[in-house]
């Protein structure tokens, strides 16, 4: 005996949930996009200083890596690592650094059109510390 089924009918493609799913992916890609623009703006921490220009500088490549950063603006507003301190701020930063390295790099990144002493007053309090190896960020 036979059993009649009905009739044969083509397979679809069920159009709803093809759409759902490239929304889905749309979405992931616009987060995740989102999420990696925050991240580097974490790392970079851009400040915005004009360096002084140099005509021999060491390339970015042959120099370390740096145990601390220290950014003076044009106002003489100082930044480690890129986030306001005070000079008493950067005082305590600086002698943490010395108790666990006394062979840390610093680099001071000096805005061109900041006062002289406002950098002479960093690497005052680096010798104060007994860090000597520091290094002066310019522009090619």
């Given at each position: 005996?036979?059993?009649?089924l009905g ?6 493609i069920g ?5 759902d ?5 749309l979405?992931f ?6 999420f990696?623009?925050?991240e ?6 851009a400040l915005p200083?004009?360096?002084?220009k140099?005509?021999a500088t060491?390339?970015a490549?042959d120099?370390s ?10 106002d003489?507003?100082?930044?480690v690592?890129g986030?306001a301190?005070?000079?008493?701020g950067?005082h305590d ?7 666990r390295d006394?062979?840390?790099?610093i680099?001071?990144?000096?805005d061109r059109?900041?006062?002289?002493q406002?950098v002479?007053?960093?690497m ?6 007994g860090l ?5 960020h310019?522009?090619?």
């Amino acid at each position: 005996m036979r059993i009649e089924l009905g009739e044969d009918q083509e397979p679809e493609i069920g159009l709803v949930a093809l759409i759902d799913c490239i929304f889905f992916l749309l979405m992931f890609f616009m987060v995740a996009t989102t999420f990696k623009q925050q991240e580097e703006n974490r790392k970079n921490r851009a400040l915005p200083v004009d360096l002084p220009k140099s005509d021999a500088t060491l390339r970015a490549e042959d120099a370390s890596e740096p145990g601390m950063v220290i950014t003076i603006d044009r106002d003489g507003k100082v930044f480690v690592d890129g986030a306001a301190t005070t000079r008493q701020g950067l005082h305590d930063r600086l002698r943490g650094l010395a108790a666990r390295d006394r062979n840390a790099s610093i680099r001071i990144d000096g805005d061109r059109r900041a006062d002289f002493q406002s950098v002479v007053r960093v690497m005052d309090l680096c010798a104060f510390e007994g860090l000597t190896n520091l290094a002066v960020h310019v522009r090619e």
